[in-house]
């Protein structure tokens, strides 16, 4: 306790100042850089695994065949190219997604791709897709296990040759889970990538129905996710579900970022012209638990249900899952917190569960819809 104690202060008060000061996206390539270094090593791995990891039988479950040995994980978008698989286990996280892997190397939109919000605790993103694509992680993940389980985010190319028609993009995340039919243990569909071009087109129902007809003709045998945006009225999450329904659906992480600047949590003065994008963080949390709370009253157990939104401590973690998540995943929280932010979520997590009389977090799911 005392020691995650003075893990928290050391990143906040020593190493956060610091990092706040550099260039976003500069921080995130040395960290990138950083964790595949400590990775490559068993004693640096087991050393972060002595100092921030955390394990307790109540946080275990398996969930589509897979074992989680906890629920936070790591979302798209901050291993986009797979360095960090190594690493993140010793860092405490019980299963990690990379991505978002396109079909086609793609260097990301023009200009600046970050912007932090500190007062609003969010994070202004337009990468717009940058990743070396589907054939280079094939190359280098193709039948790979890892200590935990890994999924593969799949998004269409932001390039104009895949945003041409609808059946171009169908035909680019095809090629990007045939190129890549071993890698990972389940795929998630990213279809509310805000920072491309074209737009959020496969969440239009219509568009997901095509869509998910492709993918069905593949026959994957892993499990599928589909990323669904934060800012979507009841009644457009419903046609969704409808469309997901009739298809090879196992689950929904919710959600994406938010495209709206006016979102709840927004501080409208740190907001400058320059930005583009959409925000991640607190900015994101209520909307997304709202997500989560919903689909969990129309649907129940029927579909995974995976919260990410503006985790940034066990009792946020704990919001998601009261309101109907199994799984969770961060990535601001942990910019935000520091790194050892993944083990006091796990121990918190315990505590709370303990609190209110659960003996394991599967009873805990959806506990505050039920
Ligand atoms: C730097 C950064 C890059 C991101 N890139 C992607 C991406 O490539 N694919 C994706 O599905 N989501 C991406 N996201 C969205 C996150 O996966 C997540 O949905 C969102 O940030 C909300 O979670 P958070 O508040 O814990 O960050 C990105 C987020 C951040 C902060």
Redesign the pocket.
Same mark, same amino acid.
């Given at each position: 306790m005392i020691l995650t104690r003075l893990q928290h202060a050391t990143y906040k008060r020593l190493l956060k100042p610091v990092l706040f000061m550099m260039d976003p996206e500069f921080v995130?390539r040395r960290f990138i850089a950083v964790g595949y270094l400590l990775g490559s090593n068993p004693v640096t791995r087991w050393i972060l695994s002595v100092f921030l990891s955390y394990r307790h039988p109540s946080l275990e479950q398996t969930i589509c065949g897979l074992r989680f040995s906890n629920p936070v994980g790591l979302?798209? $978008?901050?291993d !986009?190219d797979a360095y960090l698989m190594k690493i993140l286990p010793s860092v405490g996280f019980g299963w990690m997604e990379i991505? +978002?892997v396109t079909a086609r190397h793609c260097a990301g939109n023009a200009g600046k791709h #970050?912007w932090r919000l500190p007062k609003s605790k %969010?994070?202004v /993103?337009h990468?717009g #897709?940058k990743?070396n694509g589907a054939a280079w992680i094939a190359h280098r993940l193709s039948k790979k296990r890892y200590a935990i389980p890994l999924g593969l985010?799949v998004?269409r190319t932001n390039d104009e040759e895949a945003s041409a028609s609808d059946l171009a993009g169908i035909r680019d995340y095809i090629a990007t889970l045939s190129t890549c039919p071993d890698v990972g243990d389940y795929v998630?569909l990213?279809v +509310?990538?805000p920072n491309s071009c074209g737009g959020e087109t496969f969440l239009e129902p219509h568009r997901l129905d095509q869509l998910l007809t492709a993918v069905d003709g593949l026959k994957i045998s892993k499990p599928i996710f589909l !990323?669904i945006a934060a800012d979507l009225s009841t009644t457009e999450v419903d046609a969704i579900l409808e469309v997901a329904d009739r298809h090879r659906v196992d689950g929904f992480?919710f +959600?994406? #970022?938010t495209k709206n600047y006016r979102a709840a949590g927004i501080v409208p003065s740190e907001l400058t012209p320059e930005m583009k994008g %959409?925000i991640? $963080? !607190?900015p /994101?949390?209520a909307l +997304?638990n709202a997500l989560i709370a919903h689909v969990f009253k129309q649907k129940g157990t029927k579909y995974v249900i995976i919260g990410? $939104?503006?985790?940034f401590s066990a009792q946020d973690a704990y919001g998601k899952i009261r309101a109907g998540a199994s799984l969770v995943?961060?990535?601001?929280?942990m910019?935000f917190e520091g790194p050892q932010l993944i083990g006091e979520i796990n121990r918190g997590l315990v505590d709370l569960l303990k609190k209110d009389g659960f003996s394991s977090l599967s009873e805990a799911i959806g506990a505050d819809v039920k």
């Open positions: 995130h979302a798209g $978008g901050f !986009k991505g +978002s #970050l %969010g994070i /993103v990468y #897709l990743n985010n998004a998630t990213n +509310s990538c !990323k992480i +959600s994406n #970022l %959409g991640s $963080g !607190k /994101v949390e +997304s990410c $939104g503006g985790i995943q961060l990535i601001t929280g910019i």
